[in-house]
């Protein structure tokens, strides 16, 4: 009698690899039995730096969100089950400077992809990486999977449209595809363009005396943070349910930006207020000023939950920021 063949693993393909949750949902797959594709640009500028310590578990594979040839190889070489969409211009800040980039991208990135999909295999499972920047001048407290969009940027509504296209492309074409509307999710590995970082970056530096000030923004804009590894576990759940759909994912609590400099500071034993200046170049031309949402749908369907709360994130990034001053951080920032 011939030997019973083993099942192959499940092949998965990331765009946005090299990204703070590509880098985070590449550990996680890997460490369920997966072979991970990291769908990545040519280009002489591209940071591996996320991902160095996987690079000899995982495939990286060519491709480009602006052209749909390259996605539809893409998938024909390495005919993945699931393909988790985290590629996106995706600093909101830029995308005022950069408006038609950002929806060529973030908006119309994601109808090349899922057309690929249709093009070459429609049993793919696709995740779509929503944000809850859509929701903008929030029209309703906290905000939820039937909270009316209203986004405040060029980021939102290229978002929306890349949300709205995945629940079109489902609808149509009978897609496994779900987007999750995640809340702001930060990390040791977040970019230092991103303000909770940009805090955690500064204060480590003053408190080691490399900088005497920190210049931000709106102080009094209120976010819903998570940990970004806590998050990459619901994209994953998203795509083994039996029906698709739309989850938000949140921790359903709010902090100001004050808040987080407070926090990052009294860890290094300082006073924010000391150090802070704000600085009206970096107000948004259209602000949003909260943003909280409710995860009761992840929890209930997904068996969803948060693990790391928000005091304990703001030290992780203060003393991941802190050794990398020092020298001492020798994986990934």
């Given at each position: 009698?011939?030997?019973?063949?083993?099942?192959?693993?499940?092949r998965?393909?990331?765009?946005?690899?090299?990204g703070?949750?590509?880098?985070?949902?590449a550990?996680?797959?890997?460490?369920?039995?997966?072979?991970?594709?990291?769908?990545?640009?040519?280009?002489?500028?591209?940071?591996?730096?996320?991902?160095?310590?996987?690079q000899?578990?995982?495939?990286?594979?060519?491709?480009?969100?602006?052209?749909?040839a390259s996605?539809?190889?893409?998938?024909?070489?390495?005919?993945p089950?699931?393909?988790?969409n985290?590629?996106?211009?995706?600093?909101?800040?830029?995308s005022?400077?950069?408006?038609?980039?950002?929806?060529?991208?973030?908006?119309?990135?994601?109808?090349?992809?899922?057309?690929?999909?249709?093009i070459?295999?429609?049993?793919?499972r696709?995740?779509?990486?929503s944000?809850?920047?859509?929701?903008?001048?929030?029209?309703e407290?906290?905000?939820?999977?039937?909270?009316?969009?209203?986004?405040?940027?060029?980021?939102?509504?290229?978002?929306?449209?890349?949300?709205?296209?995945?629940?079109?492309?489902?609808?149509?074409?009978?897609?496994?595809?779900?987007?999750?509307?995640?809340?702001?999710?930060?990390?040791?590995?977040?970019?230092l363009?991103?303000?909770?970082?940009?805090?955690?970056?500064?204060?480590?530096?003053?408190?080691?005396?490399?900088?005497?000030?920190?210049?931000?923004?709106?102080?009094?804009?209120?976010?819903?943070?998570?940990?970004?590894?806590?998050?990459?576990?619901?994209?994953?759940?998203?795509?083994?349910?039996?029906?698709?759909?739309?989850?938000?994912?949140?921790?359903?609590?709010?902090?100001?930006?004050?808040?987080?400099?407070?926090?990052?500071?009294?860890?290094?034993?300082?006073?924010?207020?000391?150090y802070?200046?704000?600085?009206?170049?970096?107000?948004?031309?259209?602000e949003?000023?909260?943003?909280?949402?409710?995860?009761?749908r992840?929890?209930?369907?997904?068996?969803?939950?948060?693990?790391?709360g928000?005091?304990?994130?703001v030290?992780m990034?203060?003393?991941?920021?802190?050794?990398?001053?020092?020298?001492?951080?020798?994986?990934?920032?």
């Amino acid at each position: 009698m011939a030997p019973v063949a083993e099942p192959r693993p499940r092949r998965a393909l990331i765009t946005g690899i090299t990204g703070q949750d590509g880098s985070y949902l590449a550990e996680f797959l890997l460490d369920k039995g997966y072979e991970v594709v990291g769908l990545v640009r040519r280009s002489s500028m591209v940071s591996f730096e996320r991902i160095a310590h996987l690079q000899d578990q995982i495939t990286v594979a060519s491709g480009d969100l602006l052209d749909e040839a390259s996605l539809i190889e893409a998938l024909q070489t390495h005919r993945p089950a699931e393909v988790y969409n985290l590629a996106a211009q995706s600093f909101v800040q830029t995308s005022f400077g950069q408006p038609v980039l950002t929806g060529e991208t973030t908006a119309l990135g994601v109808t090349r992809l899922l057309d690929a999909i249709r093009i070459v295999d429609p049993a793919i499972r696709f995740y779509q990486a929503s944000s809850s920047e859509m929701f903008g001048k929030v029209q309703e407290v906290p905000q939820s999977e039937n909270t009316p969009f209203y986004p405040r940027s060029p980021y939102g509504v290229a978002k929306v449209y890349g949300h709205w296209i995945t629940v079109n492309y489902r609808e149509s074409y009978g897609l496994h595809a779900s987007s999750g509307i995640l809340f702001n999710h930060e990390s040791p590995r977040r970019g230092l363009e991103f303000v909770t970082r940009k805090i955690t970056h500064g204060a480590a530096s003053i408190f080691l005396g490399r900088q005497s000030q920190l210049r931000l923004g709106n102080l009094d804009s209120k976010r819903d943070w998570g940990f970004a590894g806590d998050y990459v576990t619901a994209m994953w759940l998203m795509l083994q349910q039996d029906e698709p759909g739309d989850y938000v994912v949140c921790t359903g609590q709010t902090h100001s930006v004050r808040e987080f400099c407070e926090s990052a500071f009294a860890h290094l034993g300082l006073d924010y207020r000391d150090y802070v200046v704000v600085d009206e170049a970096f107000f948004r031309p259209a602000e949003v000023d909260m943003l909280v949402g409710d995860p009761g749908r992840a929890t209930s369907v997904l068996g969803w939950r948060q693990e790391v709360g928000f005091q304990e994130l703001v030290a992780m990034m203060v003393d991941a920021d802190l050794d990398l001053l020092e020298g001492r951080l020798k994986g990934i920032s």
